[in-house]
């Protein structure tokens, strides 16, 4: 079973800071994700990678394979970026369902 | 727009009695998952199904029951075998096949004991 480990469990930046949040992860994936999860509960899916890097407005998402590490990173940080975001990885498809870590609290402080 | 509606958003439950979760997508999706998610911990797979009338226990599947008798809907029963029901349960659902398809999420549904 895969061991998903995030950190930091929660990180208070002031506005406009560069944020970091690392994912390590303890077997062989198929693919990992990085969601946002919001006050009222909902997740939304950032990005899902297998290799290298990929980008969105001012998020950025990287993964080591080899290293089984992933970073994701927000520039240029904004108090509506406050939320937990969660790392999870998939095997087999990916369609056997996820296993998570814990969530990174996020708070942006004007 | 395609997506994923759980219902209620609140249940209460009384000792001794089963609820059923409602989750619905409109994706066209093959796969679809329960979650559950206490507090300071991540979220855990209680079931999940690839294909209609098909479904398999997740990590946590002790006092639950779901079926998947249509594509759209995969209904969570939780029994009164489950001693710790209280906690918030998210519903989601993919394409299957490939190096992995995003999981859509709906909003979660949080269920209290009375």
């Known amino acids: 079973k895969n061991e998903v480990e995030q950190s930091p469990q929660n990180l208070t930046a002031q506005e406009g800071e560069f944020i970091t949040i690392n994912c390590s992860y303890s077997?062989?994936?198929?693919?990992l994700h990085w969601l946002q999860q919001h006050p009222g509960g909902g997740i939304v899916s950032l990005f899902m990678?297998?290799?290298g890097k990929k980008k969105h407005g001012r998020l950025i998402a990287t993964i080591n394979i080899q290293e089984k590490h992933s970073s994701l990173h927000i520039t240029a940080s904004h108090p509506r970026d406050s939320a937990v975001y969660i790392c999870a990885v998939g095997s087999g498809g990916g369609a056997d369902g996820l296993t998570f870590g814990k969530g990174t609290h996020l708070i942006i402080q004007p | 727009d395609g997506g994923i509606t759980q219902s209620p958003k609140y249940l209460f439950r009384k000792e001794g009695q089963n609820v059923t979760l409602s989750c619905e997508q409109n994706l066209n999706h093959d796969a679809m998952y329960w979650y559950r998610q206490d507090p300071g911990q991540g979220l855990r797979l209680i079931y999940y199904?690839?294909?209609?009338?098909?479904?398999q226990k997740g990590d946590i599947a002790e006092g639950y029951s779901v079926s998947r008798e249509k594509k759209e809907s995969f209904p969570l029963t939780v029994t009164s075998a489950q001693k710790n029901p209280t906690a918030f349960y998210l519903c989601?659902?993919?394409?299957?096949?490939?190096?992995?398809?995003?999981?859509?999420f709906g909003d979660g549904t949080r269920l209290s004991i009375l």
């Open positions: 989601a659902s993919s394409k299957t096949g490939g190096e992995g398809q995003p999981q859509h």
């Open positions: 077997v062989g994936i198929s693919a």
């Open positions: 199904s690839q294909i209609v009338n098909d479904f």
């Open positions: 990678l297998s290799s």
